[in-house]
């Protein structure tokens, strides 16, 4: 046969041969005795759907949520590990973000995550960070979505999984538009396009299920566009020079949810204070830090007093600014870098340091470090 020849011409040029107790070959739609020639032929042993290839499950049907299972198994191992080492909420940031969703660009390319899947995923990340993985003690104090945007929008930086994971996806889009040379580009001609353009297929209930999903994610991609020449425009501008990649970043940025520009939130990450000290204050401006009025309304129960003047009783704002000891530091600090006004509340200072301290300056990034390490050692 055909696969045999080729399979032996192979071997021959290459010296390597496929070893038949290791190999399975998978049919579909082939009768029974046509199969059975096709095992004596090759010496195969027969498989079946679904198994996995390259890491990724394959089968004939839509992937249920129970198969996304490895997915979850192996991104709950990397939390496990770390969880156990001393990071800071810094440290742990960059953590999920460099290399446990990197983790996930292999699937998010291939497939559309179920939303119950995607909200495992954010629960892992979540835990992490604040100190809920294998059943710690931590308490959540700001919600999930407050991390997934950009630090210029009160964000902390975090990729959304599933605008992410639609970012990806739309590669496939773009290069049946834009038509670099590739194999799949002529099945999908031959098989899925049958004469028309990416924007104007129709969809059909006999579809592949990984067809119909692209198909899906068109049809929102061209909702959010308008048309299809803005959404033909956008993908021209999201291909990179030379015009064989596309710009995923650029395609997130579209597929995200946005949020307003929060200028104050800027001081906060222009300064030499490390990257902690910055998520320690943004946190403080949301009023979400561990002080005990705080864990009185989570249910704990301790004597309320500040542990600082051990007189009145703690609270986010009298700990950073009305507590007699804190006072005396502000004082102290602030005169050390040439400022007299007397704190009033973070978020007036931020604003404050914002409009009155802006620049790249020596002077002016210290006396913004100085401010991040009293509210983070406070």
């Known amino acids: 046969m055909a696969v045999v020849q080729c399979l032996h011409s192979f071997a021959m040029c290459s010296g390597l041969h496929a070893n038949p107790g290791k190999t399975q070959i998978y ?12 095992l004596d032929a090759t010496r195969f042993s027969p498989g079946a759907l679904p198994f996995s290839y390259l890491g990724l499950p394959l089968t004939g049907n839509r992937l249920k949520v129970d198969q ?26 960059r953590l999920i973000d460099s290399v446990l969703y990197s983790n996930l660009v292999y699937w998010c ?12 995923l954010e629960a892992c990340s979540r835990n992490l960070y604040w100190g809920m993985a294998d059943n710690g003690g931590g308490i959540p104090w700001m ?70 999903e692209v198909l899906k994610l ?24 030379g015009g064989v990649k596309f710009r995923v970043g ?3 940025n579209f597929f995200r949810t946005h949020g307003s520009c929060v200028r104050r939130l800027r001081v906060l990450w222009e300064s030499f204070a490390p990257p902690k000290y910055g998520i ?26 500040c542990f600082l003047c051990k007189g009145a ?47 790249k300056g020596l002077p002016l990034r210290v006396e913004r470090a100085v401010f991040m390490a009293i509210i983070y050692h406070g």
């Open 280 to 305: 320690v204050g943004r946190q403080a401006s949301y009023a979400k830090l561990a002080t005990i009025d705080n864990l009185h309304k989570r249910g704990f129960q301790f004597v309320n007093r």
């Open 109 to 120: 390319s291939v497939f559309r995550l179920p939303i119950q899947i995607v909200h495992k």
């Open 68 to 93: 996304y299972q490895t997915l979850i198994d192996r991104f709950a191992r990397k939390i496990h590990h770390w969880s156990a080492s001393f990071l800071s909420h810094a440290g742990k940031l």
């Open 143 to 212: 919600q999930w979505a407050c991390f997934t945007r950009p630090r210029d929008e009160d964000g902390a930086g975090i990729k959304e999984i599933l605008s992410w994971n639609k970012a990806l996806l739309l590669k496939w889009v773009w290069e049946i538009f834009a038509r670099p040379p590739s194999l799949w580009l002529n099945w999908v001609e031959a098989y899925c396009l049958n004469g028309y353009s990416i924007w104007t297929v129709p969809s059909k209930l006999t579809d592949p299920w990984v067809w119909s």
């Open 313 to 359: 009783a703690e609270s986010h704002s009298h700990l950073l600014f009305q507590c007699s000891f804190m006072q005396h530091l502000w004082r102290t600090m602030m005169l050390w870098v040439g400022v007299t006004r007397r704190p009033r509340n973070i978020r007036h200072e931020l604003e404050w340091l914002y409009s009155h301290r802006k620049g």
């Open 250 to 252: 650029e395609a997130y």
């Open 27 to 38: 049919m579909g739609g082939v009768a029974a005795d046509v199969r059975q020639l096709i």
């Open 218 to 241: 068109r049809d929102e991609f061209l909702l959010k566009s308008g048309n299809i020449a803005a959404a033909c425009s956008r993908l021209v501008d999201w291909t990179a020079s």
